[in-house]
T-cell receptor, first 111, second 114 residues
Framework: DTAVSQTPKYLVTQMGNDKSIKCEQNLGHDTMYWYKQDSKKFLKIMFSYNNKELIINETVPNRFSPKSPDKAHLNLHINSLELGDSAVYFC??????????FGPGTRLTVL | DQQVKQNSPSLSVQEGRISILNCDYTNSMFDYFLWYKKYPAEGPTFLISISSIKDKNEDGRFTVFLNKSAKHLSLHIVPSQPGDSAVYFCAASATGGSQGNLIFGKGTKLSVKP
């Protein structure tokens, strides 16, 4: 009955590979987000989706692309992985307000 | 360019005492502030928030104080319990802010010792 779930929890891959991280929320929230927590521990917004429409797209490389098949899912696809992509990626959802619910995170390690 | 700063990376407190976590911000447009708590291998969990029209908000053992003139907020935990040991993130949002507009600090790791 997890509110926001992410898979996988850990992801280790080689440079140049393409990978995806899945996110699902069962809260009925309208908006979902992807955050990146880098090695300096900063948590920064990457994308958000509201009713299948991208409403925020921060200056992230176009190798990153969010895909939302429905309101309850927001998956993150990453092409041509680079060493600097190693981080913890958090999915979150909210119903308009700023106090969203976060998933447990996916630790991505690029070798 | 850190708009939200948590200058203490860690804090150690004895159980039963008060924990005070501090946060400074630079953007005067911020009008909503939140504290999140994060345990290892879990996502951040919303703890408490405050609007800029208030200077204090209390929820049980947790109180957030906002000093707009100093661009400073603090989270007080009284009494501290071992289960409070976690990383605490301060976050801020500007007018019309949503979850996607939040700017986070780097976090402060709180250790509450029995």
């Amino acid at each position: 009955d997890t509110a926001v779930s992410q898979t996988p929890k850990y992801l280790v891959t080689q440079m140049g590979n393409d990978k995806s991280i899945k996110c699902e929320q069962n809260l009925g929230h309208d908006t979902m987000y992807w955050y990146k927590q880098d090695s300096k521990k900063f948590l920064k917004i990457m994308f958000s989706y509201n009713n299948k429409e991208l409403i925020i797209n921060e200056t992230v490389p176009n190798r990153f692309s969010p895909k939302s098949p429905d309101k309850a899912h927001l998956n993150l696809h990453i092409n041509s992985l680079e060493l600097g992509d190693s981080a913890v990626y958090f999915c979150a959802s909210s119903q308009g307000g700023p106090n969203g619910v976060f998933g447990p995170g996916t630790r991505l390690t690029v070798l | 360019d850190q708009q939200v700063k948590q200058n203490s990376p860690s804090l150690s407190v004895q159980e039963g005492r008060i924990s005070i976590l501090n946060c400074d911000y630079t953007n005067s447009m911020f009008d909503y502030f939140l504290w999140y708590k994060k345990y290892p291998a879990e996502g951040p969990t919303f703890l408490i928030s405050i609007s800029s029209i208030k200077d204090k908000n209390e929820d049980g053992r947790f109180t957030v104080f906002l000093n707009k003139s100093a661009k400073h907020l603090s989270l007080h935990i009284v009494p501290s319990q071992p289960g409070d040991s976690a990383v605490y993130f301060c976050a801020a949002s500007a007018t019309g802010g949503s979850q996607g507009n939040l700017i986070f600090g780097k976090g402060t790791k709180l250790s509450v010792k029995p």
